[in-house]
């Protein structure tokens, strides 16, 4: 049973800097994809940051080059490196990952989710 826990979220003021992991246990046959979402109160969720098989990442526009996602297969983490934060980056932030089953079915995984408030 593959699980993900997120961790590093937290109080920062503008402009300040986080950095989001999300551990992976739990065994998978083929890793596809791994992508950072958000949710503010009263809006719906979004895609911060995904990164593919072969490392090639994506993002969202409002990123606007201050997030860096990775993953570290050593530890068995995806990260996500938030810099220059504004306050409307302020949301619940939960990882995803998406893998492959030995008979190439899609399988879908979600952790539950790290806090990021961005104020003074």
């Known amino acids: 049973q593959v699980q993900l826990v997120e961790s590093g979220g937290g109080l920062v003021q503008p402009g300040g800097s986080l950095r989001l992991s999300c551990e992976v246990s739990?065994?998978?046959?083929?890793?596809?994809?791994a992508t950072w979402y958000r949710q503010a109160p009263g809006d719906e969720r979004e895609l911060v940051a995904a990164?593919?098989?072969?490392?090639?990442?994506k993002y969202a526009d409002f990123v606007e080059g201050r997030f860096t996602i990775s993953r570290d297969d050593a530890d068995n983490t995806v990260y996500l490196q938030m810099n220059s934060l504004k306050p409307e980056d302020t949301a619940d932030y939960y990882c995803?990952?998406?893998?492959?089953?030995?008979?190439?079915?899609?399988?879908?995984?979600w952790g539950r989710g790290t806090q990021v408030t961005v104020s003074t």
């Open positions: 990164i593919f098989y072969g490392r090639v990442t």
């Open positions: 739990g065994s998978f046959h083929r890793f596809a994809a």
């Open positions: 995803n990952l998406k893998t492959y089953s030995l008979n190439n079915k899609l399988e879908d995984y």
